[in-house]
């Protein structure tokens, strides 16, 4: 199994910065795809960010210049600047990875972030 714990969540004023980051722990063979989702109440979730183990990244829309994501081979990071009020959200870390010889989703518990001065 794998395990994602979430860090770097919080209050912040809009315009501001915030660094997510996740580890990944467990016995797994590979991570192929880590990221970023996020949700808000009453909304489906929706991808931030993810990036593959081969650097190729992949940003939802509305964070695209704003948000940057980086990882090593088991911990993911989330920059993000220019934060808005519409940012505001439970940041949800996932991993892909092959646990013996089946790839499947894992996420982590999830760290609230909220934009509001």
């Known amino acids: 199994q794998v395990q994602l714990v979430e860090s770097g969540g919080g209050l912040v004023q809009p315009g501001g910065s915030l660094r997510l980051s996740c580890a990944a722990s467990g016995r797994f063979f590979s991570i192929n795809v880590m990221g970023w989702y996020r949700r808000v109440p009453g909304k489906e979730r929706e991808l931030v960010a993810a990036v593959s183990s081969g650097g190729i990244t992949n940003y939802g829309e509305s964070v695209k210049g704003r948000f940057t994501i980086s990882r090593t081979n088991t911990e993911v990071a989330l920059e993000m600047n220019s934060l808005k009020p519409e940012d505001t959200a439970v940041y949800y870390c996932?991993?892909?990875?092959?646990?013996?010889?089946?790839?499947?989703?894992?996420w982590g518990q999830g760290t609230q972030v909220t934009v509001s001065s």
């Open positions: 996932n991993a892909d990875a092959t646990v013996s010889g089946l790839m499947a989703k894992y």
